[in-house]
């Protein structure tokens, strides 16, 4: 009884973060709350852009919209945590907004990989098949990858946070993260964790493996394709209208891999650094990237860079 008891003492967690550095805490307030605000303007604007401008009624822009609007919906589910985390001297979160903090943003980042999927599929079949285009990514064919891609994620999330959430936490409440991180909250579990592990790793290979291995075939397709054109201007052309995908897919996947395929130091001096820059590097990924998506897309797009054009030129002349 007494066990069974302290297995359900535990509701709420300590995020621990930054909090043995504060110096640090208000370096990084003001710079993660700088790059909250242009992620919010950034994406903001490419979602008006795409839905205000009939040219960009598109495959291409229907998939970029919806990359922007879940780079908001990822960032907002953790930055606002992150920010008064940097204010607040003691770090709290309740048991259920760690919960649904942990499925928002497994569930953003999932679709996130099925999506970039999604775009480089469009991108293989206008290159290609330029003749199929209308056909094979007809407007019934695209929404519904775009809402498959939320869906998969969606439910993946459900399923992990569900598996995680119901384990026994028996009083170590203190997760060394700046939010609830699935992998953080998994080892303060006083439980048998192997289901959770095996469950990771087959999710991780469906939303992170098979994405990949897809954009890389996609993209020698493409590669062999654009080489066959025999004008100069022409692989130019074709090249253009899929490198900002293809910068975003690398920036993407290579803090990933950055972040999970380092290796771990065993001195306890360097393992304390590798800490520190083990969280800042995960806040670059989940900053830094939803960032730098908008400016990839508006500076590598003539499009975008023009439609933006339109809609100021419009709204000035308006007033």
């Known amino acids: 009884m007494e066990s069974a008891n302290q297995t359900i003492s535990v509701t709420e967690f300590i995020l621990l973060g930054l909090s043995a550095h504060p110096k640090l805490e208000k370096t990084f307030f003001v710079l993660i709350l700088l790059m909250y605000i242009v992620i919010l303007l950034g994406n903001g604007l490419l979602i008006l852009v795409t839905v205000s401008v009939s040219r960009l009624h598109?495959?291409?822009?229907?998939f970029l919209g919806n990359l922007?609007?879940?780079d908001i919906c990822y960032t907002t589910s953790s930055v606002p945590l992150i920010l008064d985390s940097f204010?607040?001297?003691r770090k709290t979160i309740s048991f259920s907004a760690c919960a649904v903090q942990m499925f928002l943003s497994f569930a953003m980042g999932a679709t996130e990989?099925?999506?970039l999927g999604m775009m480089a599929f469009d991108r293989y079949v206008a290159i290609c098949n330029p003749l199929r285009y209308?056909?094979?990514?007809?407007?019934a064919a695209y929404v519904l990858m775009a809402v498959s891609s939320w869906a998969a994620g969606s439910a993946a999330?459900?399923?992990q946070t569900s598996l995680a959430m119901r384990l026994p936490f028996c009083g170590n409440n203190i997760i060394n993260h700046f939010t609830c991180e699935i992998l953080a909250v998994l080892k303060l579990a006083c439980a048998d964790i192997s289901i959770n592990v095996i469950s990771m790793g087959v999710t991780n290979v469906i939303f992170l493996g098979v994405p990949v291995l897809f954009i890389f075939v996609s993209y020698i397709f493409i590669l062999a394709t654009i080489l066959r054109i025999p004008s100069a201007e022409g692989r130019k052309k074709a090249f253009s209208t899929c490198s900002?995908?293809?910068v975003v897919v690398v920036v993407f996947y290579g803090t990933i891999l950055f972040m999970y395929g380092k290796p771990k130091s065993k001195d306890p001096l360097?393992?304390?650094k590798q800490d520190v820059s083990d969280k800042l590097t995960s806040l670059f990924y989940g900053v830094v990237t939803p960032m730098l998506n908008p400016i990839i897309y508006s500076l590598r797009n003539k499009d975008v860079k023009a439609a933006v054009k339109t809609l100021v030129s419009q709204k000035c002349f308006t007033q």
């Open 113 to 115: 990989c099925v999506l």
């Open 244 to 246: 900002a995908h293809l």
């Open 87 to 89: 204010l607040t001297p």
């Open 58 to 62: 598109t495959p291409m822009y229907y």
């Open 68 to 70: 922007s609007f879940l």
């Open 157 to 159: 999330s459900m399923v």
């Open 134 to 139: 209308p056909v094979v990514m007809s407007k």
């Open 270 to 272: 360097g393992a304390d």
